[in-house]
């Protein structure tokens, strides 16, 4: 099991930029694939970036590609998630999840097994 801790949620208003941070718990970070998702209130948890174990590919959801970044830092055990161009509908609570050492284009949350607590995320208008 591998503890993750999100930070870097906040209000901010359309158009703005926000870079969400994950740290993990675990000694052997550099094998798990690592994920974001987000939840937004009565809906269902939404797939937003994933990034293989060893950085060298990404996966992003069409809502994201062209504005959101993920990337890792192995030695410091964290993943990132930088989102620009921020829009009212990017409001929820967003999520850090870790995988295992495979590789899918586009994973679904039933692929990862730990997640953190969330940060919420706030785009005003």
């Known amino acids: 099991q591998v503890q993750l801790v999100e930070s870097g949620g906040r209000l901010v208003q359309a158009g703005d930029s926000l870079r969400l941070s994950c740290a993990a718990s675990?000694?052997?970070?550099?094998?798990?694939?690592m994920g974001w998702f987000r939840q937004a209130p009565g809906q269902e948890r939404e797939f937003i970036a994933a990034?293989?174990?060893?950085?060298?590919?990404?996966a992003y959801a069409d809502s994201a590609k062209g504005r959101f970044t993920i990337s890792r830092d192995n030695a410091k055990n964290t993943v990132n998630l930088q989102m620009n161009s921020l829009k009212p509908e990017d409001t929820a609570v967003y999520y850090c999840?870790?995988?295992?050492?495979?590789?899918?284009?586009?994973?679904?949350?039933?692929?990862?097994?730990?997640w953190g607590q969330g940060t919420q995320v706030t785009v005003s208008s």
């Open positions: 999840a870790a995988g295992g050492l495979w590789w899918k284009s586009l994973p679904v949350a039933a692929d990862f097994g730990s």
């Open positions: 675990v000694r052997t970070f550099s094998r798990y694939t």
């Open positions: 990034i293989s174990w060893s950085g060298g590919s990404t």
